[in-house]
């Protein structure tokens, strides 16, 4: 089989790495790929987002399989480019998509299917409406820019003052860009995050082991919010009872909807929720994996990656096939200095071979590129310090051993990954 994924982040070297280890699979191509995916996979100069330069690569290369990693290529009709062409592709149509591609379809489609969801006040497309209507809602309130904003879209926002000028920056400066002309605003919900996230042909479907996602720059959930920190996964994060609440409450209305609104998904879908005191709410969808979800997800496949994905392609998903290593797993990022805000790139990585030595250690590269014999950084969130352990504790204890064998100028990164759970335990609750 020959595999073509497209993106370049950690989520994708995750894909790589375990596509290349499934049977039968004969050689992988990454478009645009980074400095680590090309150890291990044929990188092709590609944007991610361009459709026609995609289909270009897939012409010259005639993949069996194609897998769709980020949500830009997804919401521009990749999929939908490379089916009428009859390339076999993991990924939503361009309309499924825009359950991420845009938050008012979403919080329409979770209400037209009664799936439990924030509140919404109204959805808005002149600032003048939206300012009125802070006049009749509770605080905090969170607005939402409606379109892709690259994580910066959503604000919660504690008066009428920070609200208005959120407003203000979003659609009367653009500073969102297209994605910020129309905005929502809904309910604020308050409880603990979690990433479920699901793989479905249309008809059937399997859920990946539950993750948790670090969004705030630094230790103790502060600063910034990113494209996320670092990640866990382990059995203990969902309950069996949770997990049943949210199939029958979230997942069975949800592809239920899909298939009523004619909405063709053969894909990732990515629930965020809210465990809120009233059960589970919905967040926001993503038609994709999350990042650095993934990192910590696939360290624990104990499954033929390649054929699990040719599977949904072909729309004949054997949930069955998904089998994981128990126990937990961890993803530690470690991003360049100033990120989420400025920084710089092209310092060079030193101690990545010490670091990938440590038993059940994976090192997921990012924001990195090869630069002669050098691996440098060139973005913000540059590498995924993966481990699996028999327990959470021990898959931090050897991600952050690893971590603390590498080293960029600036480089930075949370101590506090996986911490949250250990803690609730000890306060008992
Ligand atoms: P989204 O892009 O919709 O996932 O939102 C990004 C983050 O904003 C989520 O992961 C939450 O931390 C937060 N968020 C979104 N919607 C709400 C809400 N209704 N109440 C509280 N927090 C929210
Ligand atoms: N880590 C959150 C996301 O991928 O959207």
Same mark, same amino acid.
């Given at each position: 089989?020959?595999? @073509?994924?497209?993106?370049?982040?950690? &989520?994708?070297? +995750?894909? !790589?790495?375990?596509?290349? $280890?499934? *049977?039968?699979? %004969?050689?992988?191509?990454?478009?645009?790929?980074?400095?680590?995916?090309?150890?291990?996979?044929?990188?092709?100069?590609?944007?991610?987002?361009?459709?026609?330069?995609?289909?270009?690569?897939?012409?010259?290369?005639?993949?069996?399989?194609?897998?769709?990693?980020?949500?830009?290529?997804?919401?521009?009709? @990749?999929?939908?480019?490379?089916?009428? &062409?009859?390339? +076999?592709? !993991?990924?939503?149509?361009? $309309?499924? *998509?825009?359950? %991420?591609?845009?938050?008012?379809?979403?919080?329409?489609?979770?209400?037209?299917?009664?799936?439990?969801?924030?509140?919404?006040?109204?959805?808005?497309?002149?600032?003048?409406?939206?300012?009125?209507?802070?006049?009749?809602?509770?605080?905090?309130?969170?607005?939402?820019?409606?379109?892709?904003?690259?994580?910066?879209?959503?604000?919660?926002?504690?008066?009428?003052? +920070?609200?208005?000028?959120?407003?203000?920056?979003?659609?009367?400066?653009?500073?969102?860009?297209?994605?910020?002309?129309?905005?929502?605003?809904?309910?604020?919900?308050?409880?603990?995050?979690?990433?479920?996230?699901?793989?479905?042909?249309?008809?059937?479907?399997?859920?990946?082991?539950?993750?948790?996602?670090?969004?705030?720059?630094?230790?103790?959930?502060?600063?910034?919010?990113?494209?996320?920190?670092?990640?866990?996964?382990?059995?203990?994060?969902?309950?069996?009872?949770?997990?049943?609440?949210?199939?029958?409450?979230?997942?069975?209305?949800?592809?239920?909807?899909?298939?009523?609104?004619?909405?063709?998904?053969?894909?990732?879908?990515?629930?965020?929720?809210?465990?809120?005191?009233?059960?589970?709410?919905?967040?926001?969808?993503?038609?994709?994996?999350?990042?650095?979800?993934?990192?910590?997800?696939?360290?624990?496949?104990?499954?033929?990656?390649?054929?699990?994905?040719?599977?949904?392609?072909?729309?004949?998903?054997?949930?069955?096939?998904?089998?994981?290593?128990?126990?937990?797993?961890?993803?530690?990022?470690?991003?360049?200095?100033?990120?989420?805000?400025?920084?710089?790139?092209?310092?060079?990585?030193?101690?990545?071979?010490?670091?990938?030595?440590?038993?059940?250690?994976?090192?997921?590269?990012?924001?990195?590129?090869?630069?002669?014999?050098?691996?440098?950084?060139?973005?913000?969130?540059?590498?995924?310090?993966?481990?699996?352990?028999?327990?959470?504790?021990?898959?931090?204890?050897?991600?952050?051993?690893?971590?603390?064998?590498?080293?960029?100028?600036?480089?930075?990164?949370?101590?506090?990954?996986?911490?949250?759970?250990?803690?609730?335990?000890?306060?008992?609750?």
């Amino acid at each position: 089989m020959k595999v @073509l994924v497209i993106g370049g982040g950690g &989520r994708e070297h +995750a894909l !790589v790495w375990k596509l290349r $280890q499934s *049977a039968g699979v %004969e050689k992988v191509w990454c478009a645009p790929g980074n400095g680590g995916i090309s150890g291990e996979a044929e990188c092709v100069a590609a944007d991610a987002g361009d459709v026609s330069a995609l289909v270009a690569v897939a012409e010259h290369i005639s993949p069996d399989l194609t897998v769709i990693g980020p949500e830009l290529p997804l919401v521009n009709g @990749l999929t939908d480019a490379f089916r009428q &062409r009859k390339y +076999a592709v !993991v990924g939503p149509s361009q $309309q499924a *998509a825009q359950l %991420e591609g845009s938050k008012i379809f979403a919080k329409e489609f979770l209400q037209r299917h009664n799936i439990p969801t924030a509140a919404m006040y109204g959805s808005y497309d002149s600032p003048g409406a939206a300012y009125s209507a802070l006049c009749s809602v509770d605080w905090p309130v969170v607005i939402k820019a409606d379109g892709l904003c690259a994580g910066k879209g959503v604000f919660l926002a504690d008066d009428p003052d +920070a609200a208005t000028g959120f407003i203000e920056r979003v659609m009367e400066k653009d500073e969102l860009g297209a994605g910020g002309r129309r905005i929502l605003l809904e309910e604020t919900l308050e409880g603990d995050e979690l990433s479920f996230i699901l793989l479905t042909d249309g008809e059937r479907s399997a859920s990946l082991v539950p993750t948790r996602d670090h969004k705030r720059a630094f230790d103790n959930n502060e600063g910034p919010n990113t494209g996320g920190m670092g990640a866990y996964s382990s059995d203990e994060l969902l309950p069996e009872a949770l997990r049943q609440t949210i199939q029958t409450t979230i997942v069975e209305p949800t592809l239920r909807g899909l298939a009523k609104d004619g909405l063709r998904y053969q894909g990732f879908l990515y629930v965020g929720l809210m465990l809120t005191k009233q059960g589970p709410k919905v967040l926001e969808f993503n038609c994709r994996l999350g990042d650095p979800e993934t990192q910590a997800i696939a360290a624990r496949m104990d499954f033929r990656l390649a054929e699990v994905l040719a599977d949904v392609a072909a729309e004949r998903l054997e949930p069955a096939k998904l089998k994981w290593k128990r126990g937990a797993s961890a993803c530690v990022v470690l991003a360049s200095g100033g990120y989420p805000g400025k920084f710089e790139s092209g310092k060079e990585i030193k101690g990545l071979a010490e670091a990938g030595q440590i038993p059940d250690v994976k090192v997921l590269h990012a924001g990195t590129r090869r630069k002669g014999d050098a691996i440098v950084t060139s973005g913000g969130r540059v590498l995924g310090v993966t481990a699996t352990g028999d327990s959470l504790a021990m898959a931090l204890q050897k991600s952050y051993q690893a971590a603390g064998k590498i080293h960029f100028d600036g480089m930075h990164y949370r101590k506090d990954i996986g911490r949250h759970p250990l803690q609730s335990t000890a306060a008992g609750d």
